[in-house]
């Protein structure tokens, strides 16, 4: 079967450095995606990664290890606003654009 | 720029009746477009996709069905709902297969 693995929950606190950790096991693979979700609200899209290495996007870093099957999401500077549940997403073929999510990773940030 | 727009924000239907949800994009044109589900504390589930009007692809046996009679417009359709088919659907559409544009969404509560 197909499958995305991320932890379910990270605590941090205001300011520091967390990473988010996910690992795959798919069919195929043709890109990393990164999106975060508001409680009530729709994911949006943060990142997306489909060669070996770092992608910087202001406070958010992503990396991707297609020998690992392996990325991370790098959240830097913390703030209250990043308390949300992260997703990371394989887009697994290739032509259609599907992407199988994972289970996603609950973000708490303390004051 | 592109935009999605998805109604009705929440539904609350009783078990047995019908269901339209719909969604349509603006600001670009034939575009792959996706639903998916996302049960409370879960990961998204694809249900459809659509390359084109007219063409349909079902991942997940269930009980909808999907349309697009328009270039931009993709909609999710039930006869009779069953307590299951509760969740938050999301319609989204592909950045050129980078990652998704969600709408935001319809938290649907079949009782």
Partial sequence: ?111 | SQTIHQWPATLVQPVGSPLSLECTVEGTSNPNLYWYRQAAGRGLQLLFYSVGIGQISSEVPQNLSASRPQDRQFILSSKKLLLSDSGFYLCAWSLQGLGYTFGSGTRLTVV
């Fill in chain 1, 1 to 111: 079967g197909q499958s995305l693995e991320q932890p379910s929950e990270v605590t941090a606190v205001e300011g520091a450095i967390v990473q988010i950790n996910c690992t795959y096991q798919t069919s195929g693979f043709y890109g990393l995606s990164w999106y975060q979700q508001h409680d009530g609200g729709a994911p949006t899209f943060l990142s997306y990664n489909a060669l070996d290495g770092l992608e910087e996007t202001g406070r958010f870093s992503s990396f991707l290890s297609r020998s690992d099957s392996y990325g991370y999401l790098l959240l830097q500077e913390l703030q209250m606003k990043d308390s949300a549940s992260y997703f990371c997403a394989v887009r697994a073929t290739s032509g259609t654009y599907k992407y199988i999510f994972g289970t996603g990773t609950r973000l708490k940030v303390l004051a």
